[in-house]
């Protein structure tokens, strides 16, 4: 019963998704710095890869996938093989232990394709910046498209950060 | 050597106390007594709460079950070697090999000789203790399992979904699970060296991030270590707002991982609420203590952020609304027969491993483990709280989900009265700078975690041990999984809920 009841409260309730955030405009400013568009769509599939995260990026990454955010609803989409991909997500330091299944997962993505270093350590190592075990950022093993802050970032951020992206391959 | 009924400190007397380590002793021991300290904990009641390393020491905390002390016994080992606990205390297995490759020292007698953290990547072999040149890395040999029509599945490090990282290398029959190993290590970032020479200011943001999910509980535990070892006290307002910020993170993740589970049982309406039930506590946290996950918010010392009538009034409000709604996500458990059908019975874990690697947290007391660090040696305010500790004696999926259930509503229980009795004053206060030693134990989401600190005379980090409990968690899947089949190892997987971060250092 509470199943039929909970399906029905939803239904006469309306979805729970929110109205995303528009586009990220330092996010749309450093694309335009970068490649031009590389004519993916207006659709990304998104393969996500933890390189050293604490899994606080994660974390927020679940959420901005969840009812809430729903980045599928934006044409977004988490997908589970990096050939099914159009852009890597990549959170955490790289660690070095990381760094071969990086690579490796990297190559099999399809091109044209996109790098997104997803908080603060994928940007340049963050708190664990230059000890034995890390790379100190993607930008370190491959070339970064578009980097989004944060520690975490907020599922808000992701997703203004991934809309630019979006903007810049229509 | 001494033999019959000792208690911990008896044992211990044979050795040299350390000055300046709270709020448990530490003792040095030599080798032969090092040597009648393992011989005792082959047949004594003591539990095995962390081992790790030092540049030319080996360090272990232990609990006497009988007498609840806790002490801490140090070997001295300059000649780089140690007798093994791992062949008494299985859990030790691990932490042991990850000694050897961080710190270079040899357990003695243990029988895993392969690497555990070190993959042959780092710029140096053994990078806290005397380093040396890189060694090429040699293939991992995974335990074998030989009959007829096995094969092996090996998945991981990169998993489908938004997972950490690692390896599973399953051996099955047909769908059936004959063993399973993993292999963890790949998010090894060099913690104990981000920490090292730092302020304790500059090393809580590390310890807040050993594993982001337990953010508030490794800063606390942090805390603890650093306010012990530098005789700091913090204010009672921090220290009951401390528990806040410690009880929503607690039911953040158990509601969360009760949707996870779920979902990975085919029943992804339950993430959905939960997700939105998870989303409801991270809001609350991030408008009243400005962030989400409510990282860097416990500080040494007390609080970065503390909170007026008025939110105290909402966030109240607040986890009434939850409980609510919460009681909903429940019963769309328990009345959904297809999703019990999967989660009953699944993934049994028995209580005698539990014991014997000494986990807790909803694995130990999912199978008739009832541990709780808040409880047992037990920190304030929760002395103050009277509070109940689930156990479930089953060891299932379903327990481990009954043990989350029982647990959210005894944080949405004590948080209530916590936000109701909150003593006014300030939330910090300063942290003197002075050399000592500290051992700060809490109660995490997912069991003990622990956090070694030793400070310098200017009062910088000279080094941290940060423990997970999943350390004591991850052997007991191998055993749980086994005669499952491989499609439940999902169900299972998330039913522990494992950190790879916090193991991986």
């Known amino acids: ?170 | 050597m001494m033999m019959g009924r000792a208690t911990l400190m008896e044992v211990l007397s044979l050795g040299r106390p350390v000055a300046g380590a709270r709020p448990w002793p530490r003792v040095v021991l030599d080798d032969r007594a090092w040597r009648a300290l393992v011989g005792h904990m082959a047949v004594a009641d003591w539990v095995l709460l962390a081992e790790w390393g030092g540049p030319d020491e080996v360090h272990v905390a232990l609990r006497d079950e009988e007498t609840g002390e806790i002490a801490i016994a140090t070997r001295a080992s300059a000649d780089r070697r140690f007798f093994a606990l791992g062949p008494v205390r299985p859990g030790a297995i691990r932490l042991e090999r990850a000694i050897r490759d961080l710190w270079g020292l040899a357990p003695e007698g243990l029988e895993d000789q392969r690497p555990w953290l070190d993959h042959g990547h780092w710029p140096v072999h053994h990078p806290l203790g005397a380093a040396s040149p890189p060694q090429p890395a040699r293939p991992y040999r995974f335990l074998a399992a030989e009959g007829e029509g096995l094969h092996q599945v090996p998945v991981g490090p990169v998993h489908a979904g938004i997972i950490e990282p690692g390896h599973f290398r399953f051996h099955v029959q047909g769908e059936t699970v004959v063993r399973l190993e993993a292999r963890l290590g790949y998010v090894h970032k060099g913690i104990s060296a981000a920490m090292a020479g730092q302020t304790p200011a500059g090393a809580a943001r590390v310890a807040g991030r050993v594993s982001g999910d337990s953010t508030v509980a490794y800063a606390l535990a942090f805390a603890h270590a650093v306010e012990a070892a530098s005789d700091c006290s913090p204010p009672p307002r921090a220290v009951w707002l401390r528990a806040v910020l410690a009880e929503i993170e607690r039911i953040a993740n158990h509601v969360f991982d009760i949707g996870a589970i779920c979902n990975d049982a085919g029943f992804p309406l339950a993430l959905s609420e939960a997700s939105l039930l998870r989303e409801m506590l991270l809001r609350a946290n991030e408008s009243l203590f400005g962030h989400r996950l409510a990282m860097d918010r416990v500080i040494p010392g007390g609080l970065a952020c503390d909170i007026d009538e008025a939110g105290a009034a909402l966030l109240a409000a607040t986890l009434t609304r939850f409980g609510k709604r919460f009681q909903r996500l429940v019963a769309l458990y328990r009345d959904t027969p297809s999703l019990l059908d999967r989660t009953i019975g699944a993934g049994v874990v028995a209580g005698a491993l539990v014991y014997r690697f000494g986990a807790g947290g909803f694995v130990g007391r999912a199978a008739s483990r009832g541990v709780d660090a808040r409880k047992v040696p037990g920190y304030p305010p929760y002395d103050q709280l009277d509070f109940v500790i689930p156990v479930r004696a089953e060891g299932d999926v379903d327990a481990r989900i009954e043990i989350r259930i029982a647990e959210i509503r005894i944080s949405l229980d004590l948080l209530a009265r916590l936000l109701a009795g909150l003593p006014s004053g300030p939330v910090a206060a300063a942290v003197p700078r002075a050399a000592g030693e500290g051992l700060g134990v809490v109660e995490g989401f997912r069991g003990k975690i622990l956090v070694w600190v030793r400070l310098a005379e200017d009062g910088t980090v000279a080094q941290c041990h940060p423990h997970d409990p999943s350390w004591f968690q991850w052997p007991l899947l191998e055993a749980a999984i086994e005669g499952n089949i491989l499609a439940d190892f999902p169900l299972c997987n998330k039913s522990f809920n494992c950190s790879y971060s916090g193991v991986d250092l």
């Open chain 1, 1 to 170: 019963m509470p199943l039929n009841h909970l399906l029905f409260r939803n239904i006469v309730k309306g979805h729970r998704t929110e109205p995303a955030p528009a586009s990220d405009a330092h996010a749309a400013a450093e694309l335009a710095r970068g490649a031009p568009g590389a004519g993916l769509g207006r659709s990304l599939a998104l393969r996500v890869v933890d390189c050293g995260s604490c899994n606080g990026c994660e974390l927020e990454l679940h959420a901005a996938t969840g009812p809430a955010y729903d980045l599928d609803h934006l044409g977004l989409h988490v997908v589970a093989s990096p050939r099914h991909a159009d852009a890597l997500v990549v959170t955490g330091p790289v660690s070095a232990n990381m760094e071969p299944a990086l690579r490796r997962t990297a190559q099999a993505v399809p091109r044209p394709n996109r790098v997104v270093a997803l908080g603060d350590c994928a940007g340049d190592g963050g708190c664990f910046a230059g000890t034995y075990a890390v790379k100190g950022g993607v930008g370190q093993i491959l070339p970064v498209d578009l980097h989004i802050p944060g520690c975490p970032p907020t599922p808000t951020r992701i997703l203004a950060g991934l809309r630019a992206l979006m903007d810049r391959e229509r």
